[in-house]
Nanobody, 124 residues
Framework: QVQLVESGGGLVQPGGSLRLSCAASGNIVKINGMGWFRQAPGKQREMVATITSGGEADYADSVKGRFTVSINNAENTMYLQMNSLTPEDTAVYSC??????????????????WGQGTQVTVSS
């Protein structure tokens, strides 16, 4: 009933930039907040950046000053602008949304959803 679709991943050289998008669709009533998470091979998933619908953002220390998260509430879309990328940023990036949607039957329901992930590879 709710889908999150990420896009924008790919291969980039060290020092380069990428912009990820996460579009939420479905019977959405209200998005409370969204976030980007990443998981590198052999490592646990970690938070990269989160943002509330009001625009309050939080970042992992490893990406502060390089990554910027933003949200377009009208389009239910979150973005992650990634600059000065390093090989350590290589991972599958997934988005998460904490939101209220219309469950049929059932009515307004609070839940969180995940996208399928997009690969980001930083390599020369």
């Amino acid at each position: 009933q709710v889908q999150l679709v990420e896009s924008g991943g790919g291969l980039v050289q060290p020092g380069g930039s990428l912009r990820l998008s996460c579009a939420a669709s479905g019977n959405i009533v209200k998005i409370n907040g969204m976030g980007w998470f990443r998981q590198a091979p052999g490592k646990q998933r970690e938070m990269v950046a989160t943002i509330t619908s009001g625009g309050e953002a939080d970042y992992a220390d490893s990406v502060k000053g390089r990554f910027t998260v933003s949200i377009n509430n009208a389009e239910n879309t979150m973005y992650l602008q990634m600059n000065s990328l390093t090989p350590e940023d290589t991972a599958v990036y997934s988005c998460n949304a904490d939101l209220i949607f219309l469950r049929v039957p059932g009515g307004p329901t609070l839940d969180d959803f995940w996208g399928q992930g997009t690969q980001v590879t930083v390599s020369s």
